[in-house]
């Protein structure tokens, strides 16, 4: 469960990544060339869209790497991502695949109690 949490952190993280990418970009060109009216309208909270932009890829990557070692810290970070993402973006054909990877991956690592290591992390 750790090798699969771990793999979907890191693809979840890279997908929302993508999406970052553009919703930032997205906020950025309105800034700089203005609305147009019915293509490129301006988005309500622009400052909360640039933020999980950068902190939910960051989180579902961080997550993701750390799940093999640390399951519930890795799997935490990934929830959070994914509920920032649903709560900034909302579900939507460009967020469904990052989310769900990444909350799948966060559920796996939270649901691995019992770790290869003699370490448990509850």
């Known amino acids: 469960m750790r090798n699969a949490a771990l793999m979907l952190g890191v ?3 890279l997908l929302a990544l993508l999406v970052g990418f553009f919703s ?7 800034d700089k060339v203005g609305e147009i009216d019915g293509i490129a309208e301006q988005v ?9 932009s950068f902190l939910a890829p960051l989180l579902a990557i961080a997550g993701g790497a750390m799940s093999k070692v640390r399951a519930l810290w890795g799997g935490v970070l990934m929830l959070l991502s994914a509920g920032a993402m649903y709560y900034a973006f909302g579900f ?5 695949f990052p989310m ?3 909350a799948l ?4 690592a939270i649901a691995a109690g019992k770790p290869d290591e003699p370490k448990a992390h509850f």
């Open 24 to 30: 930032y970009g997205y906020t950025e060109f309105v």
């Open 100 to 102: 769900g990877f990444v």
């Open 11 to 13: 693809i979840g993280g």
């Open 44 to 52: 309500d909270q622009v400052g909360l869209i640039r933020a999980v």
């Open 105 to 108: 991956g966060g559920i796996l």
């Open 92 to 96: 939507n054909v460009f967020t469904m």
